[in-house]
C-alpha cells in the first residue's frame, strides 16, 4: 500500500526517501467493508481519504430522503467532504462504501503540518485541489449544457469501469435521473 | 489598486513589504470597459485574473448559440477558463465584462514562479483552491437537490449585489431557467 501512495505523489513531486518517510508519518491506513460509512451526515469529519483498492460513493440526502450522489471515488482518488473538513463543521454528506476499500486517511492537522513542513507536499495539494475544482466546474458546466443522454455519454466515455462497478440505480442517482430513464439511455 | 492585492493575500498569509513587492512583481494590471472580452472562445488563455473593482461573467455557449453563465465574478474574487489556464489549451469558455472592470493579470509562468520563490503564496493559493473546489461543490449539489426557486433564493441570499448589478436575463442563465421563469420566482 505504502507504494501506491508514493507512486501517486511522486506523479507530481518526486520524492527521497526520508521524504517519503516523513510523508507517510502523517497518514493512517484504514479498512472498510462494503456498505460501510467513512462519513456520516451530521457527525464530524476527521479525515480526507486517498483511496488505495475499493469504490466510494459521496451522497446526500435531501429533506425527503431522496440519496444524490456528489461523486465517485475509486483507486487513486482523494475524497471527503470538503467542505466540513476545510471548516471542521459537521458532514452534510456520506462517504459510504459500494466495495471493500482500503484507504489513507489524512486528518486537518496532520495535512497542515505536512504542507508546512515540506513545500513538496503544499504543491502537490495546490495541483490536486487545482484538479479537482476544475474537475467540479466541467461537471457544473455538463449540467447547465448537456442533458441526461450527453451526461451518460461522457460519464461511460470518461469512467468505463463504473458502468461495471456500480449498480444502475446508483448511476441513475448520479446523473440526476430516473433508473427508468437510465434504462433508456443504457439501450 | 496594490492595496487591495496585499490586503487581499494578507487575510490568508501575512507578508513583508519585501515579499510583497516580490508578489506584486508577477502581475500586471488592466482595465477593461464594460462588454470587453478578457477570454474568448477558441482562444489561447494567458491569464488567470484577481477582480479590484467591476464584474465579469464567464460564458459557455453551446453549439446551437445558447449562452449559459458558469460563475460571475466581482470584487475580491479570481476568475478564468481554469482547464484551459492550467493545461495550457484554448478556451471553451469566455470572459466578459458586465461593468468595467480592473484586474490584477498572473500568467501560469508567474503563478508557478510565485509559488516556488515564496511558500507562502503556494499556501494562499492552495487555500484559495480548496475554497474554489469547496464553492463548486456546493454548487454541484445545489443541482442535484435544490430546484429553480431554491437557487434563486440560495443565490439572492448569498449575494444580494448581484441582483442590483446584473440583467435578469444573465441571473436566470446563470440558474438555468427561462426569463420568464425568474420574473415568476422574483415575485
Given at each position: 500500500m505504502q507504494q501506491k501512495l508514493r507512486?501517486?505523489?511522486?506523479?507530481?513531486?518526486?520524492l527521497t526517501d526520508d521524504e517519503f518517510a516523513f510523508v507517510r508519518s502523517h497518514f493512517t491506513i484504514k479498512s472498510y467493508k462494503k456498505r460501510e460509512f467513512?462519513?456520516?451526515e451530521g457527525k464530524s469529519v476527521k479525515?480526507?481519504?486517498?483511496?488505495v483498492s475499493g469504490l466510494l460513493m459521496l451522497v446526500y440526502n435531501n429533506e425527503s430522503g431522496k440519496q444524490h450522489i456528489v461523486s465517485f471515488a475509486?483507486?487513486?482518488?482523494?475524497?471527503?467532504?470538503?467542505?466540513?473538513?476545510?471548516?471542521?463543521?459537521k458532514a452534510t454528506m456520506s462517504?459510504?462504501?459500494?466495495?471493500?476499500?482500503?484507504?489513507?486517511?489524512?486528518?486537518?492537522?496532520?495535512?497542515?503540518?505536512l504542507c508546512a513542513g515540506l513545500q513538496k507536499m503544499e504543491h502537490f495539494f495546490l495541483r490536486k485541489a487545482n484538479a479537482g475544482h476544475i474537475g467540479s466546474q466541467q461537471r457544473i458546466l455538463?449540467?447547465?449544457?448537456s442533458n441526461a443522454k450527453e451526461r451518460y455519454e461522457?460519464?461511460?466515455?470518461?469512467?468505463?469501469?463504473?458502468?461495471?462497478?456500480v449498480p444502475k440505480s446508483l448511476l441513475a442517482s448520479y446523473l440526476g435521473v430516473s433508473r427508468?430513464?437510465?434504462s433508456r439511455l443504457a439501450r
Open positions: 507512486e501517486h505523489i511522486e506523479k507530481i513531486v518526486p467513512l462519513i456520516q479525515y480526507a481519504y486517498f483511496v475509486m483507486e487513486d482518488w482523494w475524497e471527503s467532504d470538503f467542505l466540513a473538513y476545510h471548516t471542521q463543521t462517504l459510504q462504501c459500494l466495495e471493500d476499500t482500503d484507504v489513507f486517511c489524512l486528518s486537518l492537522e496532520d495535512y497542515q503540518k455538463s449540467f447547465l449544457t461522457q460519464l461511460l466515455k470518461r469512467y468505463p469501469s463504473l458502468f461495471q462497478r427508468e430513464t437510465l
